[in-house]
């Protein structure tokens, strides 16, 4: 078992960064690739973006390229995502998980979920 606790979220304007921060206890967080998704009401929950086991390889959705930053730091069993240049549309509760692979970016391949933390971006 792996649980999975977001934090870092809140009101922020266009234009500014939030850093997440996924802390997890449990089966080493090593072990797993780690991702974000985001979920806004009425909408189903997307990829964000995914970093690997050690850290060597990521994937980003378009829609955050060159804008979102995802890193991890295994020792600490941590993971992370930068957010700069957020815009109203990047508003959702965003949520961490641990998988397998990166490059898989389906729900159902997440083996473990965090309870979601709330992004609000303002214009």
């Known amino acids: 078992q792996v649980q999975l606790v977001e934090s870092g979220g809140g009101l922020v304007q266009a234009g500014g960064s939030l850093r997440l921060s996924c802390a997890a206890s449990?089966?080493?967080?090593?072990?797993?690739?780690m991702a974000w998704f985001r979920q806004t009401p009425g909408k189903e929950r997307e990829f964000v973006a995914a970093?690997?086991?050690?850290?060597?390889?990521?994937n980003y959705a378009d829609s955050v390229k060159g804008r979102f930053l995802i890193s991890r730091d295994n020792a600490k069993n941590t993971g992370f995502l930068q957010m700069n240049s957020l815009k109203p549309d990047d508003t959702a509760v965003y949520y961490c998980?641990?998988?397998?692979?990166?490059?898989?970016?389906?729900?159902?391949?997440?083996?473990?979920w965090g309870q979601g933390t709330q992004v609000t971006v303002s214009s």
């Open positions: 970093i690997s086991r050690s850290g060597s390889s990521t």
């Open positions: 998980g641990a998988g397998l692979s990166i490059w898989d970016t389906r729900l159902n391949s997440m083996y473990y």
């Open positions: 449990g089966r080493t967080f090593g072990s797993y690739a």
